[in-house]
């Protein structure tokens, strides 16, 4: 409870003001009372189901507090072309209360968790006049603003093959083609650069070999280089000496004469 403020004493003129400042005061004020975040319903937009078949409504929410004991669940319907909705479903206190009396009756199944936000139900038995819309409110107390969130249902004799569904699977198919084309290319390349570096290696070690031999080629003349001159020599020092014994035949002769 809150009480009224004493009125502050008079100043003396001229003396310094110890009022504190209007921002202050209005961040003290929003601390004490700060209201409770808006809580978050999430619904699908629309449902399709087949005449006898069972659907399901999933429900789920955000709240910025913990799961309360005091969470409850209520599920309203408002029937195709109607005005007023009915309250259907409703969850409380660890229980589930269920509609025993109008169009619903004994067709609906608790099948959520509050502990996993989770406040999903089942219709079994559709049929036509199941057709409508689908409202879902969630309270998760202190968290108790906030807005419902609607799902239309809709009732077929064969459930039609939606066109996202549709849309969906080409996507993935032309996804599934991309990426088995991109695959293909991938190994492709591996294999060519790994012939190119099998190739590679080849060359260079043919390259290796060719420096190699004139090497061997170059100590082989180096070694021969000495012998060859050596035989030059004695060339050289065996013709002179018969030129020298030619030239002393030619003068004994000369002297004899």
């Known amino acids: 409870m809150l009480r009224a403020l004493a009125p502050a004493p008079a100043m003396a003129p001229g003396a310094p003001s110890s009022s504190p400042s209007p921002i202050l005061a209005v961040l003290l004020f929003s601390l004490v ?3 409770a975040q808006a809580i978050v319903v999430y619904t699908d937009k629309e449902v399709h189901g087949a005449v006898g078949s069972p659907v399901t409504l999933h ?3 955000w ?3 913990w799961v309360s004991d005091d969470i409850s669940f209520t599920w309203r319907y ?3 072309g109607g005005r007023d909705a009915i309250s259907i479903f409703h969850y409380a206190k660890g229980q589930p209360y269920i509609d025993e009396v109008g169009t619903f009756k004994e067709r609906i199944q608790w099948v959520g968790d509050p502990q996993w936000k989770d406040g999903s139900i ?3 038995n559709l049929d036509y006049s ?3 819309t689908f409202t879902c409110d969630v309270k998760n107390p202190p968290d108790i603003v906030g807005k419902t969130s609607q799902v239309t249902l809709y009732v077929f004799e064969k459930v039609p093959t939606r066109y996202g569904v549709v849309l969906g699977a080409v996507i993935g198919g032309v996804l599934g083609v991309v990426l088995l084309l991109l695959a ?3 190994l492709v390349r591996y294999c060519w650069l790994r ?3 099998a190739l590679q290696r080849r060359l260079s070690a043919m390259e290796k070999g060719k420096l190699h031999k004139p090497g061997k080629d170059t100590s082989k003349r180096g070694r021969q280089t000495p012998v060859l001159y050596a035989m030059l020599d004695h060339s050289r020092s065996t013709k002179a000496a018969s030129e020298k014994k030619s030239k002393g035949l030619g003068e004994s002769r000369k002297d004899k004469k």
Do not use: K, M, T
Request: aromatic share 8%; glycine share 4%.
């Open 33 to 35: 009372l700060s209201p």
């Open 59 to 61: 429900c789920s929410f």
């Open 63 to 65: 709240s910025s507090e």
């Open 78 to 80: 408002q029937p195709e």
């Open 122 to 124: 089942v219709i079994h």
């Open 130 to 132: 199941d057709n409508g």
């Open 184 to 186: 293909l290319v991938y």
């Open 195 to 197: 012939r190119q570096a």
